[in-house]
Structure formats: C-alpha cells, structure tokens
C-alpha cells in the first residue's frame, strides 16, 4: 500500500489540483463514455472540473483535502459537512497513474477519521462506472437509489455520542411546538412538506 499524506488543500494548490482533475475524470471519460457520442455524464466529467476558478471556491467554501505521495500532489478530496453528523463526498480523485494502488481506500479512512462525528455518509456516482461501484462497496457503502445513470450510496457509522436524542423513523406530522428551543437540532431526510415556520430564528 503506498504511503501518503492528506492534507487541508489551500488557493496555492489549486492550479495543481485542477491539472490531476482533469486528468482524471477525462480519463473516466475515456473508458465509460466511449463511442457514446453527445451523452453528458455529471458523474464522470462534474461541472467546472478543469476550471481553475471553481477549485479555487471549494478550497476556501468547502473542506477540499489534497493527497501527498513522494512530496507531490495525486490528488484530492472535496466533502461537504452539514451539521455534526451528516457528511457528503463531492469528489474524489487520484492521478490515473497512481490508482490501484490503496490511495483511495486510505482517502476514505482519512475523512472518517478527520470528522468523527460523522454518523452518515452519501455520495453518488455514475452507474457506468462500474470500478467504482465495487470500491465503495468494499469501503462499507451500501446502494439506496438507483437510476438508469446514477447510483447513491450512503455509509452509517456507529459513533461514540450517544443516541438519547436521536427521534428516528416516527411519525409526527401535524405536532405543534410553540415556544420551544431547537438550537442545534438536525434534521436528514425528514418530511417538511406543508410546514410553517412564524417568528422562528433559523439562522
């Protein structure tokens, strides 16, 4: 297994991080898009991928991660993180040179480890990538939504806090709270359809 390190991306990688992108995913392009004339594919080729400009915003808006090996970049990870426990992987990408080699799997450890209290992950990625299907099987995600060109898989992790106040698959549509303090709450895959929110601070 190679020896890499992963470490907090900044606006001087960026210019780098977008050459290996490119590389990457027009790589992907390549081996699942080919022959298949005008089919667009946001999987494989994400919008604004090559563009300098966009790397530069998830550096500074979004926990972007760069992947070390031998003292050079191979690649990265951008992840989304909503709340305490609810996390996101937007991309992941290393150098097609360097793949097949564990760096991904010890990328996904890495984000596990750096956000602890993350009890769940998602993602999603084309159905046509069939390589990448059997990784994130084999790193614990588990299929919940399927279409004809996309697949979203989600991870749940046990986690150390304690689930006293955790309201899971109930049924409270139509309750009424007045009054009451919801700081910190979150709230994943909950129906809010129909409800009101008057006088309330959200913010």
């Not at 050459?19 to 594919?41: H, N, P, S, Y």
């Not at 992790?157 to 049924?171: F, H, M, P, Q, R």
Request: charged share 30%.
């Amino acid at each position: 297994m190679a020896m890499i390190f992963i470490e907090k991306a900044t606006i001087l990688d960026a210019e780098k991080l977008t050459e290996i992108m490119k590389r990457t995913f027009d790589e992907e392009a390549k081996q699942w898009l080919c022959g298949q004339e005008g089919v667009i594919d946001y999987n494989i080729q994400p919008p604004g991928y090559s563009s300098i400009e966009m790397t530069m915003y998830s550096i500074e808006e979004l926990d972007y991660f760069k992947v070390i090996m031998d003292e050079e970049i191979v690649g990265g990870i951008i992840v989304t993180i909503s709340g305490k426990s609810y996390g996101r992987i937007d991309r992941i990408f290393v150098e097609p040179k360097h793949q097949g080699i564990g760096i991904g799997a010890q990328v996904i450890d890495f984000i596990e480890e750096e956000f602890p209290s993350v009890r769940i992950w998602d993602l999603e990625t084309s159905s046509r990538q069939i390589n990448n299907h059997h990784f994130y099987k084999k790193m614990g995600f588990e299929t919940i939504f399927e279409t004809e060109d996309e697949y979203c898989y989600v991870k749940k992790i046990k986690t150390a806090l304690s689930e006293e106040n955790l309201v899971k698959n109930k049924d409270i549509k139509s309750e009424q709270y007045e009054n009451c303090n919801l700081e910190n709450s979150e709230y994943y895959q909950v129906n809010l359809k129909d409800s009101s929110f008057v006088y309330s601070n959200v913010m």
